[in-house]
């Protein structure tokens, strides 16, 4: 088969690759219907995060299960299947507490952008649709994989309750479906930080009720005024630089909540300007797992369409295509079909 | 009158002050029954925080009221009461999240050590006990204008609940109230990291059910040990340097929760770091006025004995004699009578 290797900056090549086979017997083949690029496939693909030689790319997926390993039991070959980014076995205390994502069992998805992908802790780890998504529903199950699944854990980790009000940092496809989420969650009023002018509709019509343009210190000044100088109830930390990280902590509340859901790149936070802030901060790798069969039948209801963020579909094998769409800001996110 | 002034690093006087009056309408004067030395007055005793000059010190208080201003209408002349460290009108947003301490009438009390006290924001600020306590509720009532109120916050930051395993980091005044406050919350077992005799004493004493005596990862390894390589679900950070604090998050369970409720000093996160962790963090300036009537009910009632954290008493006039005995670990805390 084919797939994406990221060789370095700005080098991404779709070529030829093993074909996954069963290694552990509680492994799955899956048949991909669908992958996408995330915005976390840019940190290393713009050089900002080393790279240990050539490096398969994707973590996104859904697809049908052709074959399942010897210990596999709930799922069955010929299931359409949607799976998180960080594979668990949904047993161990983690997973019980809802920490999927730190499962002992973790392993980071990372061979996605393919036609195959073996995934391992299969019952653990895959969810099952009910049916075969349409295709008309398939761009919106792909989401919950990770970046609807991450927005929802960003909703939830800052505390977004019925009636609050919520401001979102960044206007990916992360914070954009953290936009979506927050509404579903009942916020009252949801700013979102953004300044292009085709993701302030998407998120006005995910739900937003305000857009800031601003960013930085005049960023969180206009939220101040925006809340009679209160502050957010909520704050979801969609982005992961140092500058975005500062605009959310000071555009809380005291006794606020800050959720951060990428991998901060160059973030230092001081001890004592933490402590002033008064702020509850949660985050790190999204325990999708945990909300995959709410998101499932949300989308498959038609409750939500998170798949709108996909604005530009492209087979597979235009992989490079893709990532340069997203790294140019030309496209909030890629679908890649194989 | 005379109270006690900081003039630089291990240089505490007793010398002369103005007798405050009050300069606000909303201000009351407090004749001080009790007051103490706390933690936090070590770091600058310590020349660890700068100085701006003699600084006179204080900020745990309770006693009599002498007098008070003429907007003022809950609190009374005569009524014996306490107050947090931080002045509060209890009435503005951040109050009415129960974030007294970030009031938007915030004043840090800084001159306590003294036989009166000017307080701010009287009506919000201070709690009347119910009649005027013994000899023997003293030291336990003035614990809760602070010390105890910073342990209960830090375990109520750190969601301590029936049945949770809780690691508590320093063997402080704090921190052995926080041991407490878990107790009351009914933690099922609290795991004290502490290296004194005396002071292992009194965790087990308050609730601790185990005792840790190494520190850093020796100490996080041992915690590890002790809950199955999952980690406590609730870690309570009362120490304030980059080691504790990075105990602290490493000996949590990931979505495990951590607070930090002393003003760090020297401490910076790194946004990777803490993302992998997966553990909430909430601290800052305890916000004691909400805790007050609870503490004060409790203490009264005879239902917890906080002040055992004073193993010295000394006349008021003896203050520097109080600074010295604790920055030499000599004593846990020191209550001081004018």
Redesign the interface.
């Known amino acids: 088969m084919r797939g994406a290797v990221l060789y370095g900056p700005h080098d991404v090549r779709f070529e030829d690759r093993e074909t996954p086979d069963i290694i552990e017997p509680t492994d799955a083949i899956i048949r991909i219907a669908a992958t996408c690029v995330c915005g976390s496939d840019l940190w290393p693909y713009r050089g900002l995060q080393p790279l240990n030689g050539p490096t398969p790319m994707g973590h996104e997926y859904c697809g049908v299960v052709e074959e399942v390993g010897r210990a596999v039991r709930r799922i069955k070959p010929g299931q359409f299947v949607v799976g998180s980014f960080a594979t668990s076995d949904n047993t161990c ?2 997973c019980n ?3 999927q ?2 499962c ?1 069992k973790r392993e980071f998805i990372s061979r996605a952008q393919a036609p195959f992908l073996r995934v391992p802790q299969a019952d653990g780890t895959l969810v099952p649709t009910p049916g075969v998504p349409s295709p008309e529903q398939l761009a919106s199950i792909l989401t919950t994989s990770d970046v609807l699944g991450t927005g929802w854990f960003a909703a939830d980790a800052a505390n977004v309750k019925p009636g609050t009000t919520v401001a979102v940092v960044g206007d990916g496809a992360v914070g954009l479906l953290g936009i979506l989420s927050a509404r579903q969650m009942g916020a009252e009023r949801i700013i979102a930080m953004s300044r292009h002018e085709s993701r302030q509709k998407l998120a006005l019509e995910f739900g937003a009720t305000d857009i800031v343009t601003q960013r930085g210190d005049a960023g969180v000044a206009e939220i101040m005024d925006m809340t ?3 502050g957010a109830d909520s704050v979801l930390e969609c982005v ?1 630089t ?1 500058q975005s ?1 500062l605009q959310a902590i000071h555009a809380a ?3 606020g909540y800050v959720s ?1 859901v990428g ?10 300007e ?12 999204a325990p999708v797992r945990k909300y995959l069969p709410k998101l499932i039948d949300l989308v498959m209801s038609g409750a939500i369409t998170p798949g709108k963020v996909f604005d530009l579909t492209l087979p597979l094998e235009k992989v490079a295509d893709a990532y340069r769409a997203m790294d140019e800001r030309r496209a909030i996110k890629v679908l890649l079909q194989p």
């Open positions: 205390p983690h507490f809802g920490y994502s730190s002992v009679d100088g209160i992961g140092q990280m509340r005291p006794g951060y991998v901060p790149h160059g973030v230092e936070l001081n001890g004592e933490l402590f002033f802030a008064h702020v509850h901060l949660h985050g790190g790798p």
